[in-house]
Every structure is written in structure tokens, then in C-alpha cells.
């Protein structure tokens, strides 16, 4: 059974940091590509950083370009999200993704397959 747990959601003060991460478990296969989405209360599901695994090519949000950084673990199997210089807009549910085949890229939230149950982030100002 493939499942996804993300983990590392906390509550910081603006300025701070939180590493969060997603094993990923199930598969037979090799991945193709895993990312981060969020979604905070009244607001769309916002793709945040996406790696693709076969060559670790990354793509970011402008929103987070130069404070996030996707890597993931050497068994391919574990995506981290380092997140710097919090403010309270990045406040939101995060969630893992997976997807076992290519497609279009920056991937869109439908082309993956597998998510988390979402890990929550807070920032207080």
C-alpha cells in the first residue's frame, strides 16, 4: 500500500526556520518526481517546490524561491523541504506528492498521484 507521511510541522516565530520531511513507502518502483503544495484556510492549494528525482531538477514558487530547498534522501524515497526566513503568509496545511511517471513540469497538483495527510506549519509575526 503506497502511502505518504510528512512530518516536522511546528510553530515558529517570523525569521525562523523548520525542516520538513515526507517518506514515502509502498512503491515497487522508482519515483519520478515529488513535491510540496500548502494550503492555508480560504486559500487554493498552491504548489510550493517539486524535485524531479531522476536528475534533481527543482522547481520553486516564486513565493519561496531563495528561502525553501527541496533535496530529498538517498534512498529517493524521503523528500525534505528546508524552510528559512518564515513570515505568517507562509502559514498552511503542507502536503506531500508523489508521482511514478513523467508529465508536465513544473508539475500541476493533478499530476500527481499520491499525497500525505498534510503537516501543519504555523508562523507567528
Known amino acids: 500500500q503506497v502511502q505518504l507521511v510528512e512530518s516536522g510541522g511546528d510553530s515558529v516565530q517570523s525569521g525562523g526556520s523548520l525542516r520538513l520531511s515526507c517518506a514515502a513507502s509502498g512503491y515497487t518502483g522508482r519515483l519520478n518526481s515529488m513535491g510540496w503544495f500548502r494550503q492555508a484556510p480560504g486559500k487554493e492549494r498552491e504548489g510550493v517546490a517539486h524535485i524531479f528525482l531522476g536528475s534533481d531538477v527543482t522547481y520553486y514558487a516564486d513565493s519561496v524561491k531563495g528561502r525553501f530547498t527541496i533535496s530529498h534522501g538517498n534512498g529517493k524515497n524521503t523528500v525534505y523541504l528546508q524552510m528559512n526566513k518564515l513570515t505568517s503568509e507562509d502559514t498552511a496545511m503542507y502536503y506531500c506528492?508523489?508521482?511514478?511517471?513523467?508529465?508536465?513540469?513544473?508539475?500541476?497538483?493533478?499530476?500527481?498521484?499520491?499525497w500525505g495527510q498534510g503537516t501543519q506549519v504555523t508562523v507567528s509575526s
Open positions: 506528492a508523489a508521482r511514478r511517471y513523467g508529465g508536465s513540469w513544473p508539475p500541476r497538483d493533478g499530476d500527481y498521484a499520491d
